[in-house]
């Protein structure tokens, strides 16, 4: 009988610890209500003892999160374990997941101990979590480059000790998936106890065989993968999700397993990751590239009109992507925005009807034509600016030419104020902008990256403006669309003090308890 494959996401963990900005609450909360549409079955969510922000949102996420398993990481170290329980104390029932380096290189000269002391670690610490919960991971870190016989034997204590779930991870992504594949096999036929709890892969990808690998680990018997959705994580980066989700989707018979995930899901989730994250995905990306479902040559385009299985082994609609329609203008009413919407899968629970349609009409009334990817670019960014937003842009003036300097006058509501702030010798607007803005907000801040998109197609495209700033030694992004792209740049600029701000009042929160 087919088996069930337990779909572990750690974008929020592994995926964020190698962004160039980390994530807000409110970013995270988005990120794991799209996880959680999807049905994936256990979110890792961050690492609460690495910061004050990591614990708020691995509390905040703990609140709203309702039909997935949520879990934090942990080192073999008591206050870990101690603080990714409070983190998670607000439910009933949640994951710690430990972890401790077992290969020979990381015990030697990362973790200075002998073998024998990394399984008392081990030992103690499964010990520790159970005081809080009985769900628990141990992963052997670096366990691609663990001699097979002490893989085996702290295997065997850890699962001794109370561990439920063990974690195989492919830390560095040195193995190639026969190798890997036959550590899962070995693990099954040494480890005497091995059938008291779920084997689990964490692959890397720094060889390209991450997905490889964890499909050839099912081969051999393990029921749980990691990764995280594009593939976003440490270095090179994690399994993609998508990937494998979409390999066991197509080749269930092969491997004898199946997933809860619900694939149509898995475009917008994509999506939705790779914006909050700014890590675009490439074109030839498979399953969620651009170009993944895209017939270049004529010869292709002649078979995919015969029939599309000549060249086309999985229906973009089963991962949740709609062919793009164009029929919306200034004209159309509430209920063909609702309806489109509904068309692409959104729920009405899921945006504000009364603030979408307001923010299209402005949209149509500039751009005529209103596309299906317009609609939910807007109730993303809806969503990004939820109110009561602490700063928001009220209207700007610019004068740029080719000949003097470029000027900005910008008026802002801060809080309760209104304010006006202008700013004269500047080389260009958006630098002139960017200057009024911040004699608003009185933040010292350094703009390190910007970047601008077109997001849709041809001249009707929208423009979108990513930024990152640094703002005390942390980085923050900042994430802004609209027809005008100085007004875009205004907006990712304000994005990014809003995020400052909330960070700010979440300190002060945590220095008030402190
Ligand atoms: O790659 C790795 O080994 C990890 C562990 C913490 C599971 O991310
Ligand atoms: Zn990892």
Request: overall charge positive; glycine content about 6%.
């Amino acid at each position: 009988m087919s088996e069930r494959i337990i779909i572990f996401d750690t974008s929020l963990r592994d995926g964020e610890q190698a962004l160039q900005a980390s994530l807000s609450v409110k970013e995270k909360l988005q990120i794991a209500l799209a996880l959680e549409r999807m049905n994936i079955d256990i979110m890792e969510v961050g690492f609460p003892i690495s910061s004050p922000g990591d614990f708020n949102s691995v509390r905040e996420i703990s609140k709203v999160i309702k039909n997935t398993t949520i879990c934090s990481l942990a080192r073999c170290v008591d206050q870990d374990i101690d603080v990714a329980a409070d983190a998670m104390s607000v439910l009933k029932d949640f994951r710690i997941h430990i972890f401790l380096g077992t290969s020979t290189l990381h015990i030697s000269s990362k973790l200075k101990k002998s073998f024998d002391e990394i399984i008392s670690m081990a030992v103690r610490s499964i010990k520790r979590a159970q005081r809080y919960t009985n769900d628990i991971e141990f992963s052997c870190e670096d366990a691609g480059r663990t001699p097979i016989d002490n893989l085996c034997k702290i295997v065997e204590c850890a699962i001794t000790a109370g561990a439920t779930t063990i974690n195989i991870p492919d830390t560095v992504g040195y193995t190639l998936p026969n190798q890997f594949g036959k550590i899962i096999k070995l693990l099954y036929q040494k480890v005497p106890n091995i059938d008291k709890a779920v084997i689990s892969v964490h692959c890397h990808d720094d060889l390209g065989m991450a997905v490889g690998n964890s499909i050839s680990a099912i081969l051999f018997g393990a029921r749980q993968i990691e990764g995280t959705m594009n593939g976003i994580g440490e270095r090179a980066g994690n399994a993609a999700l998508e990937e494998i989700i979409m390999a066991i989707n197509l080749k269930k018979k092969e491997l004898n397993v199946h997933t809860n995930i619900k694939t149509n899901e898995i475009y917008r989730t994509s999506k939705i990751i790779s914006q909050i994250c700014n890590m675009p995905i490439s074109a030839n990306k498979a399953i969620v590239g651009s170009n993944a479902f895209a017939h270049s040559s004529g010869i292709h385009q002649d078979g995919i009109l015969k029939n599309r299985e000549n060249y086309e082994i999985i229906s973009p609609q089963v991962i949740g992507l709609k062919e793009v329609q164009l029929n919306l203008t200034s004209r159309s009413g509430r209920a063909a925005v609702k309806h489109r919407m509904k068309v692409m899968g959104y729920k009405e629970n899921e945006y504000d009807i009364n603030k979408l349609y307001t923010s299209f009409l402005k949209l149509a009334d500039k751009k005529g034509q209103v596309f299906d990817y317009d609609l939910e670019a807007l109730a993303f960014i809806n969503n990004q600016e939820e109110t009561p937003e602490f700063f928001q842009l009220e209207h700007f003036n610019i004068q740029s030419s080719s000949t003097g300097l470029a000027k900005a006058s910008v008026t802002m509501i801060c809080g309760k104020k209104i304010l006006t702030k202008s700013s004269k010798t500047s080389n260009g607007p958006v630098n002139a902008i960017y200057k009024a803005i911040n004699k608003i907000s009185g933040y010292s801040m350094l703009l390190q990256k910007f970047q601008l998109l077109a997001k849709g197609k041809g001249k009707d495209a929208l423009g979108q403006v990513d930024i990152i700033v640094e703002y005390k030694n942390r980085k923050f992004h900042g994430i802004g669309l609209a027809t005008d792209i100085i007004e875009s740049s205004a907006k990712a600029m304000i994005y990014v003090l809003n995020n400052i701000w909330r960070s700010n009042q979440v300190t002060l929160r945590l220095n008030k308890l402190s």
